[in-house]
């Protein structure tokens, strides 16, 4: 019988952005000890011509959105010049359920979500008809890469609308956690977590020691890269999925 509270004595420590509430509950129903220590931290960027920005992307065929972050900046900038969701009349494209979730609660309908929420295989299947003609905007992060732009077979206009950082702050008590507990489960939600990890934390400690988890395969490649060995990668790229599959781990070994 598979023991119910597979994650007990574990601390299970998130390194993104704080907004992983859910995840963070289904750790303590598992029997574990959640918590955030975030590597990277994000900001809106704001320029005098947002508005004029807003106005282009809001007339456009296609609004593409990779992430949660993305959608809160855009957000941001609707509320502070007024305009709703009712002002779009094209569609919106997500990648993952909970961007798409941010993105309804803003009133936008999402129309297409990739099967696996990541950029490479939205690439391959978002092929909207009449492509060629498409007005398309594509909402990033300061370190986000070119692939939609260079791999859709139609022009795409990015529009910048945050910025990541790395968070250095609690490295030290980041380090202690893993130094000093038992079990430790690491869970990585983006290559920018992996590269302050990478740089600041294991010169001080190693990649030995605890359970590396990785919400997706693009996480993994920079964990791998890094010199990390992936314990623990969810079939579906979620944070609550990567505590689910995490669960599972540590209760096929108890």
């Known amino acids: 019988m598979r023991n119910a509270l597979p994650l007990t004595g ?7 952005t704080p907004k992983a509430k859910e995840a963070a509950e289904l750790v303590k129903e598992y029997g574990g000890t959640p918590i955030s220590i975030p590597l990277i931290e994000v900001e809106e960027m704001k320029d005098k011509k947002d508005l004029q920005k807003l106005e282009e992307a809001l007339r456009a065929d ?37 961007t798409a979730a941010a993105l309804d609660q803003l009133g936008f309908t999402v129309s297409f979500i990739p099967t696996v929420f990541s950029a490479d295989v939205f690439v391959q299947q978002f092929k909207p008809k009449e492509s060629e003609q498409l007005r398309v905007v594509f909402l990033k992060g300061s370190l986000a890469g070119n692939l939609i732009r260079e791999e859709l077979p139609f022009h795409v206009t990015e529009w910048t609308v945050y910025e990541t950082k790395s968070a250095t702050s ?7 956690q893993i130094m000093q507990k038992n079990q430790v489960s690491v869970l990585f939600a983006s ?25 997706g395969h693009v996480t993994e490649r920079a964990l791998l890269k890094a010199g990390a060995r992936v314990h623990v990668k969810p079939e579906t790229y979620t944070l609550t999925e990567l505590v689910h599959a995490l669960a599972k781990r540590k209760g096929d070994f108890k």
């Open 62 to 98: 296609w609004l593409i959105f990779t992430s949660q972050s993305a959608v809160g900046a855009f957000r941001s900038k609707m509320e502070r010049h007024r305009l709703t969701a009712d002002s779009y009349a094209g569609k919106v494209a997500a990648v993952g359920t909970r």
């Open 191 to 215: 290559p920018s977590a992996v590269e302050v990890f990478a740089s600041r934390v294991v010169p001080k400690t190693t990649w030995n020691g605890f359970t590396v988890c990785a919400i």
């Open 10 to 16: 574990e601390t299970v420590i998130f390194t993104g």
């Open 170 to 176: 609690s490295i030290d008590k980041l380090c202690k």
